[in-house]
């Protein structure tokens, strides 16, 4: 059985005040109207709490075992539900992007089990952090808090947050299984509206497209289902331009509400398709960093410039490995375009090792960021991110400049000879090669080298090869 916070607290007071208590001080105590009171009281009651009334005065009904298994019930469930001061302020900042209606400091205190002082204190947290994406925190004395920010900015950071926040596994869990959750990110959306959404998209759309993990996929959905709650609210995008080649994944959006208009009347426009199928277009792994935009593109140039300045500066071409640029383009764009959220400022354990272990590297890494990108603020963790990134390629590039090879051939050692001369010339990693025939396998170690190739096939054979011609032309991998 799910409970509310305010459900839980109005069943503490019930508890103990076991003759009875008034509407007035249930109102006083948790700062709600009659009329949520009474409206409290008929949910309770459909989940079989008997709540009586004598001369205005409320109380549980019960026997003695009956009302200890709820203060069981309640206290359990109040303990099971301390968070995180983080998670907390992703939720408040979640909570403030989803709503279209005020959002009171009071009921933020009720769902979370703190202190009204407490939500005021991590309020300021939360403003700071959305102040990065452009978004501000209306106060309104006596209204409550609002958030404003262009509705294609407040979309993409919403489901940021509940991306970074939502476990996989729990998602597809929930989605396909469990009625009911815990996880306050979960049941931000109705479930029935994700299950909807997640079908759908099945049907229409996931088919058409490459996504490259789990993450993808929940992405869409979430993306999906926020886009279509809220327009169903009457919230409206600003001009979203098409991006290159969206045509066909606007096609696939048509389609996906073609199926959900069977399940749901919503009306969409073409803002919503364009970014709908933008997103799309993004996800899509046959097109993922193939394709940039005039803005992309220009901070394409400037990532290049980055990590140009930081090569030189470290004597090491990062620019060698064309999969490394791409990756940290991506993810840079992603950050100067605000499509995802930044990691907090406080200290993640792995990521501060890892600049303690690459110190000039990361300085490499501050100086030029800053040169680059000057208007682009990052916390030192959002640096320490990126320097993951160079410091993998400086690692197992690095780890890879001494290979050894072992060369197997059947036509004696002149050429095997000649081969192993040609892998060092095509190959400047490969330092040292040992060349062998079948018959002396035996006595060697192949545990010593990091490649074996060998000019026949060698059936039941204990370690991977790769199988080349005597001219070094790669037929297969073993």
Not at 143 to 152: C, D, F, H, T
Not at 267 to 291: G, I, M, W
Not at 365 to 371: F, P
């Amino acid at each position: 059985m799910f409970l509310t916070q305010r459900q839980k607290h109005i069943l503490q007071i019930l508890l103990g005040n076991p003759s009875g208590v008034s509407i007035k001080q249930i109102e006083e105590s948790l700062k709600i109207s009659r009329r949520t009171v009474y409206r409290e009281f008929g949910d309770l009651k459909k989940n079989d709490f008997k709540i009586e009334n004598q001369k205005g005065k409320y109380f549980l009904s019960g026997d003695s075992k009956q009302l200890q298994e709820i203060k069981q019930s309640v206290q359990q469930s109040h303990s099971q539900n301390v968070i995180s001061v983080a998670k907390r302020e992703k939720i408040i900042a979640a909570k403030l992007l989803l709503s279209t209606e005020p959002c009171k400091i009071i009921q933020f205190a009720l769902d979370l089990n703190v202190s009204e002082a407490t939500i005021q204190s991590d309020l300021n947290t939360v403003e700071r952090s959305l102040k990065r994406y452009h978004i501000d925190l209306i106060r309104k004395k006596g209204v409550g808090l609002l958030i404003q920010a262009p509705e294609k900015i407040r979309r993409q950071v919403l489901v940021d947050i509940m991306l970074n926040q939502i476990n996989e596994y729990n998602f597809f869990k929930y989605l396909h299984n469990e009625t009911t959750s815990k996880d306050m990110f979960l049941t931000m959306i109705d479930k029935a509206l994700l299950v909807e959404v997640a079908d759908c998209l099945k049907k229409s759309v996931f088919g058409k497209i490459k996504l490259d993990s789990d993450q993808k996929l929940i992405e869409l959905i979430l993306t999906f289902a926020v886009t279509i709650k809220r327009t169903l609210a009457g919230c409206k995008l600003d001009f979203i331009h098409p991006s290159a080649d969206s045509l066909k994944y606007q096609g696939y959006v048509y389609r996906f509400m073609a199926l959900f208009a069977q399940k749901r009347q919503v009306e969409v426009d073409q803002n919503d398709v364009s970014y709908l199928a933008n997103k799309l277009l993004s996800c899509d792994y046959h097109n993922t960093y193939l394709t940039y935009n005039e803005r992309e593109l220009a901070i394409s140039v400037k990532v290049k410039e980055f990590v140009q300045h930081v090569s030189e500066e470290m004597h090491w071409d990062f620019q060698k490995d064309h999969s490394f640029m791409t990756k940290v383009t991506k993810h840079v764009i992603g950050l100067v375009q605000h499509k995802v959220a930044l990691l907090p400022d406080t200290p993640i354990e792995i990521l501060a090792g890892l600049s303690q272990k690459f110190p000039d590297l990361y300085l490499a890494i501050q100086k030029y960021w800053h040169l680059a990108f000057p208007e682009n603020y990052l916390t030192a963790s959002e640096l320490q991110l990126i320097l993951l990134y160079f410091a993998n390629e400086y690692t197992s590039r690095n780890q890879q400049r001494n290979l050894s090879a072992l060369v197997i051939c059947e036509n004696g050692i002149g050429t095997s000879a000649i081969l192993g001369a040609k892998l060092k010339r095509e190959f400047s990693e490969i330092k040292e090669v040992k060349t062998s025939r079948v018959s002396a396998l035996n006595q060697i170690d192949l545990s010593n080298y990091n490649l074996i190739f060998s000019t026949l096939r060698l059936k039941g054979f204990s370690r991977d090869y790769l199988l080349v011609s005597p001219l070094l032309l790669i037929t297969s991998s073993k």
